[in-house]
C-alpha cells in the first residue's frame, strides 16, 4: 500500500440494501442457552455414567443387564444420552459453521451429522429401553 | 490499491486518522498463549468426544443385542489400542469437564481477567490430571 489517505474504505461498510428488512431472528440465543442448559445437566450426569461404567467394566454382560434393568438407572441413561447427544450436536454445528466455507457443503455437513445424531439417539434410547424390560 | 487484502487492513486510528490495522495473530508463527492453547484444546477435545459418543452407543447397543455382540465390544475396548482410546477418552472427558466449568464461571462473570484466566488455567490442569488419575486408579483396581 503505497498511500494509505488514498485508499477507498468503501468495502470495510456493509451495504444497507443488504442489511435492511432482514431483522432480528429473535432465537440469536436459543443456541448458546441450550449449550449452556445441557452442559449443567451433564455435569453430574457424566460422574454417574464414569462411576457406573468403571463398576461395570470387569464384570460380564449379565452384570450390565441387571444394570440397566433397575429404573432408576434407565432413566439416568435415558437423561444421559438425550442431553448427551443434544450438546454434541449444538457444538459439532458450530465447528462445521467454522471450518466448511462453502455454503451448500456446510449445510450438507450440518444435515448429515444431524442426522447420524438423531439416529444414534434412538439406537440407543431403544437399546435402553430393551435393557429396562429386559431382566 | 494492487490487493484487495489490503483494503481489509484499512482502518482508522483514534485520531481520525487513517492507518493501516496491526496484523491480528498469524497462527503459523504466532506463539499461542496458555490461554489460546487450552481454548482450542475445548473444541478438540469436544470433537473426540463425539467419537467416543460412537462408542458409547455401540456398546450400549451390543449390551442390549446379545452376548456376542457384546463381547466383540468388550474384545475391542481391551485391545492395547481400545486401552489407550479409552485412556484418551478419559482425559479429553475431564479436560471438557474441567474446561466447561471455567465456562460456565466465565458465564456467570467470574475470573474475566488475565489473572482469572491464569488461576483458572491451573484449575483445568490440575482438574484434568487429578479426575484422569483417580478414574484410572480405580478403574484398574475394580479390574
Given at each position: 500500500?503505497?498511500n494509505?489517505?488514498s485508499v477507498?474504505?468503501?468495502?470495510?461498510?456493509?451495504?444497507?440494501?443488504?442489511a435492511?428488512?432482514?431483522?432480528s431472528?429473535?432465537?440469536?440465543?436459543a443456541h448458546?442457552?441450550?449449550?449452556?442448559?445441557?452442559?449443567?445437566?451433564l455435569?453430574?450426569l457424566?460422574?454417574w455414567?464414569?462411576?457406573s461404567v468403571?463398576?461395570?467394566s470387569?464384570q460380564p454382560r449379565?452384570?450390565v443387564?441387571?444394570?440397566?434393568?433397575?429404573?432408576?438407572?434407565a432413566?439416568?441413561?435415558?437423561?444421559l444420552?438425550?442431553?448427551?447427544?443434544?450438546?454434541?450436536?449444538l457444538?459439532?454445528?458450530?465447528?462445521?459453521e467454522?471450518?466448511?466455507?462453502v455454503p451448500g457443503?456446510?449445510?450438507?455437513?450440518?444435515?448429515?451429522?444431524?442426522?447420524?445424531?438423531?439416529?444414534?439417539?434412538?439406537?440407543?434410547?431403544?437399546s435402553?429401553?430393551?435393557?429396562?424390560?429386559?431382566? | 490499491?494492487?490487493?484487495?487484502?489490503?483494503a481489509?487492513?484499512?482502518?482508522?486510528?483514534?485520531?481520525?486518522k487513517?492507518v493501516?490495522?496491526?496484523l491480528?495473530p498469524?497462527?503459523?508463527?504466532?506463539?499461542l498463549?496458555l490461554t489460546?492453547?487450552l481454548s482450542?484444546?475445548?473444541?478438540?477435545t469436544?470433537v473426540?468426544?463425539?467419537?467416543?459418543?460412537l462408542v458409547?452407543v455401540?456398546w450400549?447397543?451390543?449390551?442390549a443385542?446379545?452376548d456376542?455382540?457384546?463381547?466383540?465390544?468388550s474384545?475391542?475396548?481391551?485391545s492395547p489400542?481400545g486401552?489407550?482410546?479409552?485412556?484418551?477418552?478419559s482425559?479429553a472427558?475431564?479436560?471438557h469437564?474441567?474446561?466447561g466449568l471455567?465456562?460456565l464461571?466465565?458465564d456467570?462473570?467470574?475470573?474475566?481477567?488475565?489473572?482469572?484466566a491464569?488461576?483458572?488455567?491451573m484449575?483445568?490442569l490440575?482438574?484434568t490430571?487429578v479426575?484422569?488419575?483417580?478414574t484410572?486408579?480405580?478403574a484398574?483396581?475394580?479390574?
Open positions: 500500500m503505497a494509505p489517505n477507498d474504505v468503501a468495502v470495510m461498510r456493509s451495504m444497507l440494501s443488504r435492511r428488512g432482514l431483522g431472528a429473535k432465537s440469536g440465543t448458546w442457552w441450550a449449550q449452556r442448559v445441557t452442559a449443567i445437566a455435569v453430574p457424566a460422574l455414567f464414569v462411576a468403571i463398576g461395570l470387569h449379565a452384570a443387564l441387571h444394570w440397566g434393568a433397575h429404573p432408576l438407572n432413566a439416568l441413561l435415558l437423561a444420552l438425550v442431553m448427551l447427544l443434544h450438546h454434541m450436536q457444538g459439532l454445528s458450530v465447528v462445521i467454522d471450518y466448511v466455507h457443503r456446510r449445510l450438507m455437513a450440518i444435515l448429515a451429522m444431524k442426522a447420524i445424531t438423531a439416529l444414534l439417539l434412538f439406537a440407543s434410547v431403544i435402553v429401553v430393551r435393557l429396562a424390560v429386559s431382566f | 490499491m494492487s490487493d484487495v487484502r489490503e481489509l487492513m484499512v482502518g482508522r486510528g483514534s485520531t481520525g487513517q493501516r490495522r496491526p491480528s498469524h497462527l503459523q508463527v504466532y506463539r498463549p489460546a492453547r482450542i484444546l475445548h473444541r478438540i469436544g473426540g468426544l463425539a467419537v467416543g459418543a458409547l455401540w450400549l447397543v451390543a449390551a443385542t446379545s456376542g455382540a457384546y463381547a466383540t465390544v474384545a475391542v475396548l481391551r489400542i486401552y489407550l482410546a479409552l485412556f484418551a477418552w482425559v472427558l475431564w479436560y469437564f474441567c474446561n471455567r465456562h464461571g466465565w456467570f462473570g467470574h475470573g474475566l481477567d488475565l489473572a482469572g491464569r488461576r483458572s488455567n484449575f483445568v490440575a482438574g490430571a479426575l484422569t488419575v483417580l484410572w486408579l480405580i484398574l483396581a475394580a479390574q
